[in-house]
Nanobody
Framework: QVQLVESGGGLVQAGDSLRLSCAAS????????MAWFRQAPGKEREFVAG????????YYVDSVKGRFSISRDNAKNTLYLQMNSLKFEDTGVYYC????????????WGQGTQVTVSS
């Protein structure tokens, strides 16, 4: 059974940093595009960052450029999101997702991890 399990969320103050992890099991995703999404209270889920299978290409929503960094360790089958200079508006549930044939379709999703940034 394929699973994506996020961890690393928490309650932090504005300006702090967090590192999210997404551990995959049940299959490898080393050749697959993966991404982080988030959903703030009362809002739709939005794309945050994406990364190609090799890790060579990365993509970010404008609001996190320069503050967030997506990376992956294919040997560990794990995806990361380093979040620096966190802002109140970064608050939400963060999900990792894997796409077997490339975005915009995502085939596997994690259960999410809560990130709360106090102002």
């Amino acid at each position: 059974q394929v699973q994506l399990v996020e961890s690393g969320g928490g309650l932090v103050q504005a300006g702090d940093s967090l590192r999210l992890s997404c551990a995959a099991s049940g299959r490898t995703f080393s050749s697959n595009y993966m991404a982080w999404f988030r959903q703030a209270p009362g809002k739709e889920r939005e794309f945050v960052a994406g990364i190609s299978g090799s890790g060579k290409f990365t993509y970010y929503v404008d609001s996190v450029k320069g503050r967030f960094s997506i990376s992956r360790d294919n040997a560990k089958n794990t995806l990361y999101l380093q979040m620096n200079s966190l802002k109140f508006e970064d608050t939400g549930v963060y999900y990792c997702a894997a796409s077997l044939r490339g975005p915009p379709k995502y085939d596997y999703w994690g259960q999410g991890t809560q990130v709360t940034v106090s102002s």
